[in-house]
Every structure is written in structure tokens, then in C-alpha cells.
Nanobody, 124 residues
Framework: QVQLEESGGGLVQAGGSLRLSCAAS????????MGWFRQAPGKEREFVAR????????YYADSVKGRFTISRDNAKNTVYLQMNSLKPEDTAVYYC?????????????????WGQGTQVTVSA
């Protein structure tokens, strides 16, 4: 079993920045992709970003490309999401996910473990 814990959410004005963290613990295994999703009120959970175990391969949703950066520190079993130029439409609960089991990275069903989420609110 793997536990994921997100942190770093909060309230920020449009144009501002936040950095989210997700720490993994438990039986994490030797290597695993990690990702970020988000869910706004009344909407389905949507893919944000994905990172390979080595950190060499990234993939972003078009809506965040150029503004968000996913990275990881394998020594700390932690993945980060640096969010710049935030917009009100980025307001959502952000979730990290690990252990991808399917090539369809944008599907929530492709990921094995999930955190509890952290709220990000961007005011206009």
C-alpha cells in the first residue's frame, strides 16, 4: 500500500504562484510515474500533469502548459507542482496520483494510488 499526502494549497490572487507537494510513503517500490489531477466544483476530475520516475519525461494538459511545472525528488519520494500565472479557472482541489498502470495517463482509472487532495483557490 502507498500513502500520498498533498500540501501547499491555499488562496492566491490571479497571476500569483503556488507550489504543491506530494509525499509518498509505504510500499512505493523502486520506480513509478506520478501525476497531478484537479477537480473543480461540479466538474469531473481532470488530468493536469504527469512525470516519469526519472523525471525525464513530462506531459501536461493544454490548459496548464507553459504555466505549471511538475518535478520530483526521488530521494524524498516527493513530487511537486509549481503553478505560475494562476487564473481563477485553476481553482480546484488538486490531487496527486502514483503508480500508473495504463498508457492512458489522462484517465483517473489508470492510476493506482491517490492522495486526499489540497484546495487551491485563485481570486480574480
Amino acid at each position: 500500500q502507498v500513502q500520498l499526502e498533498e500540501s501547499g494549497g491555499g488562496l492566491v490572487q490571479a497571476g500569483g504562484s503556488l507550489r504543491l507537494s506530494c509525499a509518498a510513503s509505504g510500499r512505493t517500490g523502486s520506480s513509478y510515474p506520478m501525476g497531478w489531477f484537479r477537480q473543480a466544483p461540479g466538474k469531473e476530475r481532470e488530468f493536469v500533469a504527469r512525470l516519469s520516475w526519472s523525471g525525464g519525461t513530462t506531459y501536461y494538459a493544454d490548459s496548464v502548459k507553459g504555466r505549471f511545472t511538475i518535478s520530483r525528488d526521488n530521494a524524498k519520494n516527493t513530487v511537486y507542482l509549481q503553478m505560475n500565472s494562476l487564473k481563477p479557472e485553476d481553482t480546484a482541489v488538486y490531487y496527486c496520483a502514483s503508480h500508473l498502470r495504463s498508457p492512458r495517463v489522462v484517465d483517473t482509472s489508470s492510476w493506482t494510488y491517490w492522495g486526499q487532495g489540497t484546495q487551491v483557490t485563485v481570486s480574480a
